[in-house]
């Protein structure tokens, strides 16, 4: 599996977009790009995924670049209930493990 | 929705005591996974299981066993606890891989050992 490369912290002012970026420049073609995120020690929350193309759903929008080596997570309008640990996984298509990072505290700011 | 669930939530042992983790799953999936997390470190795989009868080793598997009998259920063993297996377990159950399918995790089951 592809290791994955977060920034540990970054702060985000409330209302505003939160971008959190994620480098995998050894991801390979049929490896897929997950995010999930963890608020007080929770279990993961599945946010979204993605293979190639950029992806979108109620959360949250997938930006993969078109040499799929980095990504980006954009939460649209930033809550304080968003702040956690994200966490950007790597994980071959037909295979079961996820190999999770230290992922990147986000703490949204009133 | 019941999703992923894991009994008990909280137990503390003392050193040498065995106990059963469990965790059920209502979404019919194929694979489950045990993972335990540390503080200040993500998750790390303990054993996971492809389909009813099946098991397998993950990063960190010495001190513990699984057991899957019933595709809904997927236990996790600890025969002996040791003061290093004080921590957060968490269980998972997907579809099967090929589709991309994510895992879906449950909330946890904080174990201290003394």
């Known amino acids: 599996d592809a290791k994955t490369t977060q920034p540990p912290s970054m702060d985000c002012a409330e209302g505003r977009a939160a971008n959190l970026p994620c480098n995998h420049s050894?991801?390979?073609?049929?490896?897929?790009v997950y995010w999930y995120r963890q608020i007080h020690s929770q279990g993961p929350q599945y946010i979204i995924h993605g293979l190639k193309n950029n992806e979108t759903n109620e959360m949250a929008s997938l930006i993969i670049t078109e040499d799929r080596k980095s990504s980006t997570l954009i939460l649209p309008h930033a809550t304080l209930r968003d702040t956690a640990v994200y966490y950007c996984?790597?994980?071959?298509?037909?295979?079961?493990?996820?190999?999770f990072g230290t992922g990147t505290r986000l703490k949204v700011l009133a | 929705n019941a999703g992923v669930t894991q009994t008990p939530k909280f137990r503390v042992l003392k050193t040498g005591q065995s106990m059963t983790l469990l965790c059920a799953q209502d979404m019919n999936h194929e694979y489950m996974y045990w993972y335990r997390q540390d503080p200040g470190m993500g998750l790390r795989l303990i054993h996971y299981?492809?389909?009813?009868?099946?098991?397998a080793k993950g990063e960190v598997p010495d001190g513990y066993n699984v057991s899957r009998l019933k595709k809904q259920n997927f236990l996790l063993g600890l025969e002996s606890a040791a003061p290093s297996q004080t921590s957060v377990y968490f269980c998972?159950?997907?579809?099967?891989?090929?589709?991309?399918?994510?895992?879906?995790f449950g909330d946890g089951t904080r174990l201290s050992i003394l």
């Open positions: 050894t991801i390979s073609g049929n490896e897929y």
């Open positions: 996984i790597v994980r071959t298509s037909g295979t079961y493990k996820y190999i």
């Open positions: 299981s492809v389909g009813e009868g099946t098991t």
């Open positions: 998972a159950s997907s579809y099967r891989a090929p589709s991309g399918q994510p895992q879906h």
